[in-house]
């Protein structure tokens, strides 16, 4: 993800369902302008669905609320009493690095892209593996010029 780009969440409100392990999808949305964790998101959502649901859903029982975030955040909340600190900045440090995993992937994704059309621009697929040698084994980047 560009450091441009807006950070946008993608929610879903899940209840109950016996045939259903994980229950049921009640609702979904977007959240384009929160700005704190997915975590606490997640909570004031479910609060929100607890204290005063739409009305087309006033009988439905709120299980949890699951939040995504573009940047690789991800939180399942089932209890929408704010969290002691200590807890608080556990979720932190768990977002923080479900971010740098999905930098990193994408961080992949785009070597791996540049080192192909470097090839098809005419570089060797040794000097390729030789110029990406730095980050990752000869073996795995003549995989990846594969790929």
Known sequence: MAEHEALIFE??????DLQLIDGRE??????ADWTGTAHDLAREILKRWRTDPPAEHAEEHVMAVE?????????????????????????????????ADHVAEQ????????????????LSKNRVADKAGRVMSRPTALKALKG
């Open 67 to 99: 939040v995504t975030g573009t940047n690789g955040t991800y939180a399942a909340v089932d209890d929408p009493t704010p969290v002691e600190p200590s807890v608080h900045a556990l979720e932190v440090a768990i977002e923080a690095k479900l971010i």
């Open 11 to 16: 929610y879903t409100i899940v209840g109950p």
């Open 26 to 31: 009640i609702a979904a949305g977007i959240a």
């Open 107 to 122: 961080a992949g994704k785009d070597l791996a892209e540049a080192m192909r059309n470097a090839h098809r621009a005419g």
